[in-house]
């Protein structure tokens, strides 16, 4: 069975900068494309930025263009999220997951329990 285990979420200020990472055992991932998404309270899961397989093309939600990069270690199987220039508006639980499909809030195995990312001052 599939396990993510995601990390590096914290507390910080406005403008600051956080690298989560996420840890897939059960599966190699050397050809699934894989995706971040993030729940804020009261909303739903939203696509945040994906990664093909190959990791040669990535995906980014308009709000985060520019800000965030998504990588991926296929020998580690890890992804890694570097977010930049955080803002109070992506204060969420962040998640990774095999995407149903590109910007789609949906992903195709279990979740893991996420890791929560506090952007204030």
């Known amino acids: 069975q599939v396990q993510f285990v995601e990390s590096g979420g914290a507390l910080v200020q406005p403008g600051g900068s956080l690298r989560l990472s996420c840890a897939a055992s059960?599966?190699?991932?050397?050809?699934?494309?894989m995706a971040w998404f993030r729940q804020a309270p009261g909303k739903e899961r939203e696509f945040v930025a994906g990664?093909?397989?190959?990791?040669?093309?990535?995906y980014y939600a308009t709000s985060v263009k520019g800000r965030f990069t998504i990588s991926k270690d296929n020998a580690k199987v890890t992804v890694y999220l570097q977010m930049n220039m955080l803002k109070p508006e992506d204060t969420a639980v962040y998640y990774c997951?095999?995407?149903?499909?590109?910007?789609?809030?949906?992903?195709?195995?279990?979740w893991g329990q996420g890791t929560q990312v506090t952007v204030s001052s």
């Open positions: 059960g599966r190699t991932f050397s050809t699934d494309a």
């Open positions: 997951n095999v995407p149903r499909s590109w910007y789609n809030g949906d992903g195709l195995l279990s």
């Open positions: 990664i093909t397989g190959s990791g040669r093309s990535t």
